[in-house]
């Protein structure tokens, strides 16, 4: 019962980290992109 009341939170933080992954991965590529 516990896990499923903490299930919800888990899956925003995890949704949270990917997006924050791809802001980081944009941010990289066009610093890259800037290089060149």
């Not at 802001?23 to 610093?31: D, F, G, K, Q």
Request: net charge positive.
């Amino acid at each position: 019962m516990i896990l499923n009341q903490n299930c919800p939170h888990f899956i925003t933080n995890g949704l949270q980290q990917l997006l924050n992954a791809r802001n980081e991965l944009r941010e990289r590529s066009t610093m890259l992109l800037i290089a060149t």
